[in-house]
């Protein structure tokens, strides 16, 4: 493991928190402690942390007004949702809010930890991605900028505030003009891992990216659906 990587761990649940504080600990991460989502944010401000793993349930400020607030602060790391909801509508809140996986308790910490390494890696991946792959450090198409460099996305102009996930979305998608991606493809691309089922994930990703670059997210101009084969966006 890499001894530089930190992850922030926050739950209400000082047991859960001293349970993989150990297990990460093992693997030679730093590990910071939060109970609540305001110390959370004030440990943001003030440490450099490369994931975090946030509860859901917490009193006062839940896991996702945590994660909202976290963006809103341009804060753009891997969050992976801690959560003893197994109900589709939480996964897919979390995953509106601005997170990037989830897990659901009780869960096996041998896969929270394999979780923990993808987005990492994935996150690295992403450090060094952009011109490598397209050739250009700035990427356009009509409305839409892209700095492979500072990873910032602007729309007519203005700043998109995009979380990582969005980001790799509208990057994978301007770096191949008219190619056409099933959701299953997406989650490869995107996540560096098979999806397992969990591909319809990407849809709810896309759909927030939509909101966010689009000028009516209901008629989208640049991320179209080819039915029965994908997702693709035009060159305009």
């Known amino acids: 493991m890499d001894a530089a990587k930190t992850i922030l761990i926050c739950d209400d649940d000082r047991d859960i928190v001293q349970g993989l504080k150990t297990y990460l600990e093992h693997d030679r991460y730093r590990v910071l402690c939060a109970y609540n989502g305001r110390d959370a944010l004030g440990i943001l401000e003030n440490e450099t942390v ?3 793993l946030i509860d859901v ?5 839940s896991g996702f007004d945590t994660v909202i607030r ?4 341009g804060c753009n ?7 003893a909801k197994s109900e589709n509508a939480d996964k897919v809140l979390g995953l509106d809010c601005g997170a990037d996986d989830y897990v659901t308790k009780p869960f096996d910490t041998l896969e929270l930890l394999a979780r923990v390494r993808s987005q990492l890696r994935r ?4 450090d060094g991605a952009g011109k490598a792959e397209s050739g250009e450090e700035i990427l356009r198409n009509e409305r839409i900028e892209m700095d492979t460099r500072s990873k ?10 995009l979380t990582r996930t969005e980001y790799d979305i509208l990057h994978l998608f301007m770096t191949h003009p008219g190619e056409v991606f099933s959701l299953a493809e997406i989650f490869r691309r995107v ?7 969990a591909e319809n994930t990407m849809a709810v990703h896309i759909r ?17 659906v080819r039915f029965g084969h994908g997702y693709y966006m035009p060159k305009r």
Request: no cysteine; hydrophobic share 40%; glycine share 8%.
């Open 57 to 61: 349930m917490m009193p006062g400020l």
């Open 208 to 224: 927030h990216l939509r909101e966010k670059i689009e000028f009516d997210a209901g008629s989208p101009e640049y991320i179209r």
């Open 123 to 126: 996150s690295q991946m992403d």
């Open 77 to 83: 790391i891997p969050v992976i949702m801690l959560t």
């Open 50 to 52: 490369h994931l975090a």
């Open 191 to 197: 996540k560096n891992a098979e999806p397992y089922g």
């Open 70 to 73: 976290m963006r809103d602060m």
């Open 152 to 161: 910032e996305v602007r729309v007519d102009g203005a700043e998109a505030r």
